[in-house]
Structure formats: C-alpha cells, structure tokens
C-alpha cells in the first residue's frame, strides 16, 4: 500500500508513524505535514532514513498542493491526523481551526474522490481521525456512543465536528470509502509540551508551578498514544467502509488526579518529597466553556474488531514520565523552538527534492 499520513509529525500521526513504518516494510509512508508548531521532525529522527518513509512539508488547506501530492503519490490509503488540536488556542484563534480543520479535509476530500474514480472497484481507504469531544459533555453518568448526538462546545471540537460530517457526507453522496474513530484524551512520547500531562511533567521536573483549571474535577478517559494507533490500524484493516468508532481506554480520571498522580510519579524518580511537588499545584480560573466530563464506550470496536487497550494508566503514566526524562534533547529543542528553526533550515532543501524544483505555498 502507498499510504499517506496527515499531521504524521505531530503527536499521534509519528507515534502511529514510529510503529508502522518499520512494521510494514513493504508499504510506503508519506508525511504530510506543515510543520506548524506542533509538527516536530525530530519525532521522526528513528524513521526519517527509513527506504518506505517520506516528508511531504505542505499544507492539506491548500487545494493546488494537496492535487500534486495526491497525484505524484498516488496514495490508496489516507489516514488524516493534521489538524490544529489545542482547545485553548482555539478559543483565541477560531478560523485557524476552520481553515486547517474543516477546509483542510474537504481539500483532502476532494482530492481522494479525484483520484478513486470509481471507489467501489478499488480497495482505496480514507481514514479520518477524530476526537470524543464532537459529542459534547457529560455529566456524573453515561458514556458516549456512535450514536450520541453530537454537541461540541469550543471552536476546536466545532471544527471537527464538522470535519467528521463533511467526511460522512463524501461517502453518503459520492461513494468515498471512509471510516473514522472517535477517540478519548491520548497521552504518552512525543506530545508538545502545551497539553496537560507533558506540561504537568515538564513543570514538576523543572520545579515550576503546575496550572489546573478551575476546582480540577473535570474528568477525562485517558488512552496510551500507542492503543489508540493499533486501534485506528485495526479499523483500517477490518473495520466497515462507512461506520464510525468509539476508542476509548475506560480509565476515567478527573484532572486533579492526574496531576497528583503525577507529581508522585515525579517525587519517586527525583527523590524529592512528594509534598514539595505536590505543593507546585494551583488552581486557575477555569477555561471557558471547559467540558466537564468525556467517557467513551468502545464496546463496538471490542465487539465487532476485538480491540481493547492493552496498557494500563498507571504504567502509561510510568512510561511517558521516563520517555520526557531519558529525551532531553526532545524536550530542549521543543521548548526552544529549535524544530521550527529545522524547518526554516530545511524547508527549501526538502521542497527542492520532493518537488523537483516546484515551490510550495
Ligand atoms: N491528542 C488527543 O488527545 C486526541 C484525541 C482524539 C483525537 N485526536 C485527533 O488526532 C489528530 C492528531 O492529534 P495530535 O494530538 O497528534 O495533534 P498535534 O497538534 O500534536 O499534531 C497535529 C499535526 O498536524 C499538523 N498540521 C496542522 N495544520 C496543518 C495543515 N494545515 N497542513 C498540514 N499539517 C498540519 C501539525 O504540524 C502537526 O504535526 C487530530 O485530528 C486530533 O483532533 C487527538
């Protein structure tokens, strides 16, 4: 298969990215990614010499750009994780979201339907990766399923809301072969440092304070970065064409918990007392909008694929505590922003070869 993976330098896209390309030797990768600042091609330094890997630095909004890479390419597998991901920039920054999130997938629409002509003789797939927060927020009882309405609250969950129904709409109207899954919070290597378990990490290791919103009781289903890549390559292996999944780790946790559990976790690997840690927390003014609880019911997935996740959040936990520690190098060039520096340094080299003397906008 010649696949082409979206967003495959930001965090999920190069874990899914770091396990299958060695795994599958006899498929070809393509990464599609702007790089924004999320995007790290120091994520994918294990596979970047790899004979079956390749970086594509472009932008899926842009239509013109997004019909070569499709026609040099040719791919029959679309697995789509580019997208802007931060709920909080979101709020500051809403078009941004639109312009990535619901344009950059009809473009990739778009392009896919161009190049299947007829889907239905062909073994072609469009893998869209999406998020439990389209469903909205829950309170103390119930889980989301399939069939939840959908009710998304910030600009970000909108976004791919929308995402999701123009997805549904390509394969009602004119055939396209998609599946999609719906996942809870994912946590574990790789992730940038803006999002609640790295920057709980990252802070406690440094000593600095450790932010939670509002009382810290909002609760989210934790899922290692790691199950949710088997899960997605299990749907595009066995899934339906057309049918939604939940994915999901059953391993609700309000975010206060996890932040102590944490800083335990960071008072046993430093040798520090865990009140001092644990006396990094403050509580600020609570995000606006800010769901309160997501839980995901995966039994779908588990029924019709036999998928479940495998690693527990306590080992999770354990393990992406160790990656931050044993990655320096990682970590230093993310908070510097020397990965944006990468690009800037690269950026024209890497078109040149790509593109064989095209620019990109
Ligand atoms: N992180 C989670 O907990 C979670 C949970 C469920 C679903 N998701 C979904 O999974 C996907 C990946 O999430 P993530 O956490 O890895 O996000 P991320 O922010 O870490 O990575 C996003 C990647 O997309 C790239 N990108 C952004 N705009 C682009 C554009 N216009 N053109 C090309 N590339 C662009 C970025 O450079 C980056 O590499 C997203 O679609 C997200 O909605 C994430």
Redesign the pocket.
């Known amino acids: 298969m010649r696949i082409l993976v ?8 190069s874990n899914f990215l770091n396990m299958f390309v060695p795994r599958y030797p006899e498929h070809s990768f393509v990464c ?5 600042y ?3 091609p120091l994520s994918l330094t294990g596979i970047d010499s790899a004979k079956n890997f390749s970086l594509e630095v ?4 842009d239509g013109d750009v997004v019909n070569r890479i499709f026609g040099d390419f040719r791919p029959d597998l679309v697995v789509h ?6 709920v909080d920039r979101s709020i500051h920054d809403p078009g941004a979201f639109v312009r ?1 999130n619901v344009v ?1 997938t009809m473009q990739l629409l778009n392009a896919a339907r161009a190049l299947w002509k007829d889907p239905s003789s062909s073994t072609a797939r469009f893998h869209h ?4 927060e389209v469903y909205g927020s829950l309170r103390e009882e119930g889980a989301f399923t399939e069939d939840s309405r959908y009710d998304p609250s910030s600009p970000y969950a909108a976004s ?1 809301a929308s995402s999701d129904h123009l997805v549904r709409a390509f394969h009602r109207t004119y055939g396209l072969p998609i599946t999609i899954t719906n ?4 946590y574990g290597p790789r ?2 440092p803006e ?1 609640l378990i790295p920057l709980t990490i990252l802070n406690a290791l440094e000593g600095r304070e450790l932010p939670v919103y509002g009382s810290g009781g909002n609760c989210r289903d934790w899922l290692y970065v790691d199950d949710h890549c088997e899960a997605i390559w299990k749907v595009i292996e066995c899934g339906q064409v057309g049918q939604t999944y939940n994915v999901g780790g059953n391993e609700e946790r309000t975010n206060i918990d996890v932040v102590r559990a944490l800083c335990e976790l960071v008072a046993q690997q430093t040798g520090r007392s865990a009140a001092d840690v644990l006396g990094l927390i403050r509580f600020v003014e609570d995000r606006p909008g800010h769901d309160w609880r997501y839980a995901v019911d995966s039994s779908k997935l588990k029924r019709e694929l036999g998928w479940e996740p495998t690693l527990r959040f306590a080992e999770g936990l354990a393990r992406t505590l160790a990656w931050y520690i044993a990655n320096p190098a990682w970590v230093k060039a993310v908070q510097a922003g020397e990965h944006q520096k990468w690009l800037e340094k690269n950026y024209d080299r890497r078109l040149r070869t790509a593109n064989d003397g095209r620019t990109n906008s």
């Open positions: 979206t967003g495959g330098a930001g965090f999920i896209g599609f990614d702007k790089l924004t999320a995007g790290n472009a932008d899926i909004a994780f580019a997208a802007e991901s931060h990535t950059g990766v999406s998020t439990d791919k996942c809870s919070n994912n992730q940038a999002k």
